[in-house]
C-alpha cells in the first residue's frame, strides 16, 4: 500500500511531481497510478493535471477514477495541483464542462485583453513566476514566506463562491485565487514541482500535515 499516490489519468507530468515528492519524503512509500483500487488504499492523495479540463474530466471518468478521488477528497490530506485545483469546483468556462463539485464556485478564464500596470498587454496563458500571498495561516504555508513565488502554467482561475475557501492569492493584474483549502483539501493553482524551494517546503509540509 503506498503511503502517497500521485493519480495518473492520463494528464500531466506526473513524473516530476512524483520525484518532487520522493525528494522531501525519502522514506516513504510514492506510487504513480492509474487505478481506483490503488487510489483507495494510499494514506495521501496528489491530483495533479495539465491540459484542456473537459478532457481531465473525460479522462477521468473513463479510467474508472472519478469516484475514488472523490472519496479521497472527504477523508483523506488531499493536494489537488494546476487543473487538479479547477476540477474540485463545479463548473468551468473551459468548454463549458461540469467540474467535480467538491467546492463551490466556478473556473474562469483570464480576459483576452489585459494590461500591467506600466500599460504593456499581458499574455494568456498566464506563464512564469508570480507572488503568492498567504490570505490566512495553514499547516501547509509553514516556512514560506510570505509572497513567495511559485510557478504558475495557466489560461483559466477559480472564483470560489465561499470567499474563505481562498488560502492564497497572486495578480494577473487583478488577483484570483493561488491557493484554496477546506478541511483535508488543499488544492493551488501553481506547480510546487516546479517551485524550487518554496514548492518543496509545500510538499514537504504536505507529507507532515495532519488533517
Not at 485583453?113 to 508570480?130: E, F, Y
Not at 498567504?134 to 504555508?141: I, K, M, N, T, Y
Request: with cysteine; aromatic share 8%.
Amino acid at each position: 500500500m503506498p503511503d502517497i499516490v500521485v493519480v495518473d489519468y492520463g494528464m500531466g507530468n506526473l513524473k516530476s511531481v512524483a520525484k518532487a515528492l520522493e525528494h522531501v519524503a525519502p522514506r516513504l512509500r510514492v506510487a504513480v497510478a492509474g487505478d481506483a483500487a490503488t487510489v483507495n488504499q494510499a494514506g495521501r492523495v496528489v491530483f495533479p493535471g495539465q491540459g484542456a479540463m473537459p478532457d481531465c474530466i473525460r479522462e477521468l471518468t473513463g479510467r474508472g477514477l472519478r469516484d475514488a478521488v472523490i472519496a479521497a477528497s472527504r477523508h483523506k490530506p488531499f493536494l489537488g495541483i494546476c487543473i487538479g485545483l479547477q476540477m474540485l469546483f463545479e463548473s468551468s468556462e473551459e468548454g463549458n464542462v461540469a467540474g467535480l463539485g467538491i467546492l463551490p464556485g466556478r473556473v474562469r478564464r483570464f480576459p483576452a485583453a489585459m494590461t500591467d500596470a506600466a500599460g504593456l498587454r499581458l499574455k494568456v496563458p498566464h506563464m512564469g513566476w508570480n507572488q503568492v500571498h498567504q490570505e490566512r495561516s495553514h499547516a501547509l504555508w509553514r516556512d514560506i514566506p510570505q509572497d513567495s513565488r511559485f510557478y504558475f502554467v495557466h489560461s483559466y482561475y477559480a472564483e470560489p463562491a465561499d470567499t474563505s475557501l481562498t488560502l492564497g492569492i497572486s495578480r494577473y493584474p487583478a488577483p484570483f485565487a493561488a491557493a484554496v483549502a477546506r478541511h483535508n483539501i488543499f488544492a493551488v493553482q501553481f506547480h510546487p514541482e516546479k517551485s524550487q524551494a518554496a514548492g518543496l517546503a509545500l510538499l514537504r509540509n504536505f507529507v507532515a500535515w495532519r488533517p
